[in-house]
C-alpha cells in the first residue's frame, strides 16, 4: 500500500499541473479583454497573475476553489443556507435514505432471485434493462407523482427528500441486487453438500452459510452503491427546482454565474462521496471483525 | 379524460390476467426461459392498464399505457427530432471521443508502471465521483448547442473506460507474454495481438458502464439549457405542463434507445470476445 503512495501524488500533482495550465489558458481572453478596453500591454506575467484571482474566472485554479470550499465549509454556521455543510447534510440524508431503500429491495430481490426459479427468469433481464433507462428521464415525473401522491407528508418527511430518495435507490439497487445475487451463489457444492449431511433445515442453510458467504460480495457492491445513490440524489436535485441540497447549489450557482460557488459544491460532492466510501469500507471492516475473518 | 371514473371491472380482468399470467410463467421457467421476462413484461403492462383504469387515477398522476401508446403515435416527429437531437447529436459523439480518448490514454500510461500504480487509486475514486455535476460548467463553455452535451458525456465516460482498460492491459498472463518474447514480438505487435485482446473484456465492461451514463449525461446537461428540442429540454417543459403522456413517450424512447445501445455494445462484445468463457459456456 506504501508504495502506491507516492505515485498517486505524481498523479495528483499532473492533474493540478493541467489544471492550473488550463485556467491561464481559458481565463486570459478575459484578462486581454478587459487589458484592451483601458488600452493596458500586459506582460505576459501580469496576464498569468491575473487568471489567478478572477471573480468569474472560466475555469478558477484549484487554490480558489479550495478557498472558496474552505470558506464555505467554515466561515457561515453550519445551519445557515450560505454554508455547504448544511447542503452536504440535505443531500447525504437523501443519499441515505435512498441507499437504505435500494439496499432493502436490492437484497429481497436477490434473495428471491437466487430460491425461485420464475423470480430469476423473470426479474433479472427486466433488472438489467432498468438500468439502461436513463434514470433523469424519469426524474421531473417521479418528483410529480410523489408530490401529487402526498408521499411525504404521510411519511411525516419533506416531499422533496421522498423523490430525490427514490431515485437514489433507484440507482443504488442494482449493484445490490448483482452482487448479492452471486454472494448466494458463492458457496459450492461441497460447502452446501455438508450442511446436507448435518441435516440442515432450507432457513438453516441461508442463515448459516449463504448469507454469511455473500457479505464480501455485498459490500464490495456497496461502496458502488452508496456512490450510486450520491449521484442519485444530486441528479434528483437538478430538474426539481430544489433549493437545498448540493446539487441545488450549483444550479443556483450556475444560474447567477457564481463559477466559484459552483466548483465549491462540486467537491463538496466529491469529499462527501468519499467520506461515504470510507465509512461503508470502516461498516465492512467492523463486520468482517465480528464474522471472525483474522487479516 | 379517460380514468376521471373508476370502472372497477378492469382491476378485477387486469389481476386474474397477472395471476394467470403468472402461473403460464412457473411452467414456462422450466421449458422455455427466453420467454419468461416478455411475459413478466406484458403482466406488468396489463396490471398497469388496469390498476390506471379500475382506480380511475387521473392522467396527471399516471397515464395508462394505451394513453401513451396514442400519444407516442401522434408525435412521433417530433419525438425523432428529439432523440435526433440529444442521443445522435450529443451522446453518441461524446461516447465515442470519451471512450477512444480514455483507451488511448491507457495504452500510452501503461508504459510507465509507475502512473499506471498511481492513477488506478485516483480513477477509481474519480469514477464514483457524481461528474454529471459538471454539466453547468460545460454549458457555460460550450453554449447551448449539442457540443456542451457531447462534453459532459466525454467526462463522464472517459474514467470508467479508463480504469477498465488499464485493469485490462494487466490482464495477459506472464506465460503468455513470455511466449511474445520467444517469438521475438516487439511490444506493438505484443499490444495488438495479445495485450488488447486480452484486455477486451475489460474494456467492454467500461464500454457497457458508459452507455448509461452518456445518456444520463446528455439528458442532464439539457436541463441547464438547450436549443428548444432534445429529450431533457422536452421532458422538463413537459412535465411543466403537465402532459404527462408526451412525458413517458419520451421516457419510452430513452428507455428504448438505452437498451438498444446496450445491446449493441453486447453484441460486438460477443464478436470480440467469443473466445472469453463466459461466452463460450453459454453455448
New interface residues.
Partial sequence: MR??V???????GL?LAIWYVGSVA?NQKWTRDQAARTGAELTFAQIVADTMNQRRP?LPPPHQVASALWDGVTKEPVTSRRSLVYHSWITIEATLAGFSLGLVIGVSMAVGIVYF??L???????AV?S????????A??I???SN??GLGERLGVENRLVSKAIIAAYLSFFPVLVGMVKGLRSPDSMQTDLLTTYNATGWQSFAKLRLPASMPYLFASL??AI?AA??GA??GE??TGAVEG??AR??V??QFGQ?LL??A??FA??IV??LL?IVVGGIERLAARRMGVRP | MMGANPQPEWLWGAVAVWLGL?AL??V???HA?WA??L???LAVLVLWEGVTRGLGVPE???PAPTVVARTFAASTAMLWGDFVQTIVRGALPGYAMGCGAAVVLAVLIDRSP??????L??GN?VA???I??????M???FGFGWQSKAAVVFAMVFFPVLINTVAGLSAAERMQRDLMRTYAAGYWQTLVKLRLPAAMPFIFNGLKIA??LA??GA??AE??GSPTRG??FR??TA?GS?A?PL??S??AV??LA??V??GIVTAMERRVTFWHPSHRARK
Wanted: no cysteine; hydrophobic share 65%.
Fill in positions: 508504495s502506491s507516492l505515485p498517486v501524488l505524481t498523479v495528483i492533474i481559458m472560466l426459479r420464475v430469476d427468469a423473470s426479474l433479472m433481464p427486466w434493462i438500468q439502461t433507462i436513463p434514470i433523469i428521464a424519469l421531473p415525473m418528483v410529480v407523482l401529487s401522491l461502496k458502488v456512490a450520491l449521484v444530486i441528479v437538478l430538474p448540493l446539487g450549483m444550479l450557482a450556475s463559477p459552483m466548483w459544491s462540486l460532492a466529491a462521496a468519499g466510501i | 403468472w410463467n412457473v414456462l421457467a422450466r426461459r419468461v421476462p411475459v413478466f413484461g396527471v398522476i399516471l509507475f502512473l499506471t500504480r498511481g492513477l487509486p485516483v475514486f464514483a465521483l457524481p454529471v455535476g459538471i454539466a453547468p460548467i454549458v457555460t463553455w452507455t448509461t445518456l444520463i439528458i442532464v436541463f441547464f429529450m431533457g421532458i422538463s412535465v403537465l404527462l412525458v413517458w419520451h421516457i430513452a428507455a438505452g437498451t445501445f446496450f
